[in-house]
């Protein structure tokens, strides 16, 4: 019923970040390999997603913005993880709780799309429509309904950053997907989508790191580490562009920070920070990871052997490719 709606929303959509987030695992749980995502003032006003993905069926677009439906669920393992994460079902229900919304979907072996308006939780409009195959979702006016909540809305601007840093984390994470970002009508950054992370990176930050990119990789038993690290005559002054994945999730770590930055030491200037990104593929059975999607910190068992693996390998590349 709209009332639990609009309550069971508060949970998920915290706002535009949250919605954005929400659509996009929608589009990569679809296999998607192309998604764009638009946003205005800062996503408050007008998010857009759409992608190339499986679509939804004519008969199962009304269901899949009720609540609790969900067409992940397909083995007790999954069913472990829904109820410990929560919410699974519940993303498009709560956001058409709370906006205006707008979804045109096509499976590609249905020869018409099919469009659905949604207002406050109530289906305004519903009826066929030629479309590409795949799904495109607009949502319009979050909060429109609740005040209460409009009156607490982070500002555009915080929202929109954050909204880049989960596009820029998600291109660098998957760059066989290809990422476009609109923020106010300015494309941000279109990543190639062929695989390249080398390519990638520079679709994000900018073409001058071409030539300042080194390739790095090293590996043990339980851990292997590639990616791109940048000379140090080409930093940044904070820690943003210091990306890690560690199987291929985002993390933040201090010890991997100092890791990283201890080995630049004497080459970098004071206050300047590398760019790097880089991915970590460990065992699982070294690590703990919290379970929650959101949550960006990990544990290795062993601090000591991680430190130095990935401080030793950074050291001895820096030494081979810069004067
Ligand atoms: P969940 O993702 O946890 O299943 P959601 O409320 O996010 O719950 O989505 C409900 C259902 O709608 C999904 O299970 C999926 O079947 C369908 N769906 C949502 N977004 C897309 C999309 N972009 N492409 C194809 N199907 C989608
Ligand atoms: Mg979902």
Do not use: W
């Not at 987030?21 to 679809?30: F, G, M, Q």
């Not at 429109?144 to 601007?157: D, E, H, V, Y």
């Not at 080398?198 to 900018?206: G, P």
């Not at 820690?239 to 630049?264: D, H, P, Q």
């Amino acid at each position: 019923d709209l009332t639990i709606n609009k309550i069971a929303a508060g949970e998920v959509v915290e706002g535009p970040y949250s919605v954005v987030k929400e659509l996009i695992e929608n589009a990569i749980d679809a296999n998607a390999t192309n998604i764009t995502v638009e946003i205005k003032e800062g996503g408050q006003k007008y998010i857009r997603v759409s992608d190339n993905g499986k679509g939804i069926h004519e008969e199962d677009v009304e269901l899949a913005f009720t609540r609790h439906a969900t067409s992940k669920i397909q083995s007790l393992e999954d069913l472990a993880s829904i109820i410990s994460l929560g919410f699974r079902g519940e993303a498009l229900a709560s956001i058409a709780a709370v906006s205006q919304i707008q979804i045109i979907t096509k499976p590609r072996e249905q020869p018409y799309g099919i469009s659905l308006d949604i207002v406050g939780g109530k289906v305004v409009n519903k009826q066929q429509v030629g479309s590409p195959d795949g799904t495109t979702i607009e949502v319009k006016n979050i909060f429109f309904n609740t005040p209460a909540r409009l009156k607490f809305m982070k500002s555009s601007q915080a929202e929109a950053t954050k909204i880049g840093e989960i596009m820029s984390r998600l291109a660098l994470s998957q760059p066989n997907i290809t990422l476009k970002y609109i923020n106010n009508n300015n494309i941000m950054f279109t990543s190639p989508g062929n695989n390249n992370l080398e390519q990638t990176i520079v679709s994000i930050l900018d073409k001058d790191l071409f030539k300042n990119l080194i390739y790095i990789e090293n590996s043990t038993n339980d851990i292997k580490l590639y990616g791109y690290i940048s000379q140090p005559t080409y930093v940044r002054g904070n820690r943003n562009f210091e990306i890690i994945f560690v199987n291929g999730r985002f993390i933040k770590s201090k010890l991997l920070y100092k890791a990283i930055e201890t080995a630049y030491k004497e080459k970098l200037p004071i206050n300047k920070f590398p760019v790097c990104v880089l991915n970590i593929d460990i065992n699982p059975n070294i690590i703990d990871v919290n379970i929650h999607p959101s949550k960006t910190e990990i544990k290795f068992h062993d601090e000591e052997i991680i430190y130095s693996f990935i401080y030793k390998t950074i050291l001895a590349n820096l030494a081979k490719h810069t004067k």
